[in-house]
């Protein structure tokens, strides 16, 4: 950052750069304008102009600690110095230390951590996993949600991207609590609360409580609008999982590690005694790696 002087002809020519030759994800090619970031610095990130910018929203929900951390930047160079890359059947220090830290964070009950490129990727084995270990097929999931642009990931998504991609089989949606635009016609978050269980029930009855093989909800959902749930909803999830043997799965790419306060959001949100469950598989990512480098885990 010290050596960083403003250039806004450079900064014209990054933005020419990234216009002729860059695709950009989820957008209208023809309809953008990314802005050239030249640097960053804890909360602040600068364009070429030398103009500085207070980043209220942490880049795209990642930048937890900031740009640049010292601590991390300098642990980077020096695992970089010792061993760029390795082959996932070989045993490495620096992920054996991060599995068991991670799993130090989120419970006794937790023990091993599968490490993936990026949240989507996360997501894609998380459903994977679940299919096989409950030998059912179906994933509910929230209208209000996204889960990540890979195959099953973008069909266990709500959001309209997904109409255009529905290419994976075995996906059911069903409505979540949003009091401000309750499908339940509820008076007060309670009654969303309730409804919005009620609702769930129904669906896990009319789908076959045997063919559903997990719960994949994101524990604060992101994308769709910062969707806290009412206080009892994520028990009444549990609940339902286990009357019906089905698994959860907390996506929480965009809410774990530090943003709800806690180190996973459904920490946050589900009372104390159901903590220690294991169906829980927790998904972080963007958190977890500040989107330093590329991670994810469940
Ligand atoms: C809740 C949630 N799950 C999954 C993903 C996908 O993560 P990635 O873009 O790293 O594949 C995102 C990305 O925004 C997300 O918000």
């Known amino acids: 950052?010290?050596?960083?002087?403003?250039n806004p002809a450079r900064g014209k020519e990054v933005f020419d750069l990234d216009r002729a030759h860059v695709f950009h994800s989820w957008s209208a090619q023809a309809q953008i304008s990314p802005l050239p970031v030249a640097t960053g610095k804890g909360s602040y990130f600068w364009d070429f102009d030398g103009k500085k910018y207070l980043d209220f929203s942490c880049q795209l929900v990642f930048t937890n600690i900031g740009f640049q951390h010292p601590v991390v930047v300098d642990a980077i160079k020096k695992q970089a110095d010792l061993l760029t890359t390795v082959a996932p059947q070989v045993a490495n220090e620096a992920r054996g230390e991060a599995a068991k830290r991670i799993v130090e964070l989120a419970s006794p009950h937790h023990q091993k951590v599968f490490f993936t490129n990026g949240g989507a990727d996360g997501v894609e084995n998380a459903i994977r996993m679940a299919r096989l270990h409950t030998n059912r097929h179906k994933i509910?999931?929230?209208?209000?949600?996204?889960?990540?642009?890979?195959?099953?990931?973008?069909?266990?998504?709500?959001d309209p991207r997904r109409w255009p991609n529905e290419l994976a089989y075995g996906h059911v949606h069903f409505f979540g609590p949003y009091s401000y635009r309750s499908a339940f016609w509820s008076k007060n978050e309670e009654e969303e609360c309730k409804r919005a269980l009620e609702h769930l029930e129904s669906v896990i009855t009319f789908e076959g409580p045997n063919t559903i093989a997990a719960i994949l909800i994101?524990?604060?959902?992101?994308?769709?609008?910062?969707?806290?749930?009412?206080?009892?909803?994520?028990?009444?999830?549990?609940?339902?999982?286990?009357?019906?043997?089905i698994l959860w799965i907390a996506d929480e790419v965009m809410s774990g590690f530090g943003r709800t306060g806690k180190w996973f959001a459904y920490k946050q949100l589900l009372a104390a005694e159901l903590l220690g469950v294991r169906k829980i598989k927790a998904l972080m990512q963007r958190s977890l790696r500040w989107n330093y480098y590329e991670l994810s885990t469940r």
Request: aromatic share 12%; proline share 6%.
């Open 1 to 6: 950052m010290s050596e960083f002087l403003p």
């Open 140 to 158: 509910l999931s929230f209208y209000r949600s996204y889960h990540g642009n890979t195959t099953s990931a973008i069909s266990a998504t709500g």
């Open 218 to 245: 994101e524990s604060v959902v992101g994308t769709a609008g910062v969707l806290i749930p009412p206080q009892g909803y994520l028990e009444g999830v549990r609940a339902l999982c286990d009357k019906y043997g």
